[in-house]
């Protein structure tokens, strides 16, 4: 199971990076805003093996986060 949780990981990287590829005329803090929301769903997928109330949660934490980094 341990490997169908990376595996899930890193297709949500992928993914997220092929997204903000799109994102070239975003403002700094929008930029950081989708970063962080990116990196938190899936830091939050993986550590509530793939709950869908970890996922939400850690995207709209790393979203504010990463809005107010820089600020």
């Given at each position: 199971?341990?490997?169908?949780?990376?595996?899930?990981?890193?297709?949500?990287?992928?993914?997220?990076?092929?997204?903000?590829?799109?994102?070239?005329?975003?403002?700094?803090?929008?930029?950081?805003?989708?970063?962080?929301?990116?990196?938190?769903?899936v830091?939050?997928?993986?550590?509530?093996?793939?709950?869908?109330?970890?996922?939400?949660?850690?995207?709209?934490?790393?979203?504010?986060?990463?809005?107010?980094?820089?600020?």
């Amino acid at each position: 199971m341990a490997i169908y949780g990376k595996v899930k990981a890193g297709v949500a990287a992928v993914v997220l990076l092929v997204g903000l590829s799109a994102c070239a005329n975003m403002s700094t803090r929008d930029r950081n805003t989708a970063i962080g929301a990116g990196v938190g769903g899936v830091a939050g997928s993986v550590l509530t093996d793939g709950s869908a109330v970890g996922t939400i949660g850690g995207a709209v934490v790393g979203g504010v986060i990463g809005n107010q980094t820089g600020k």
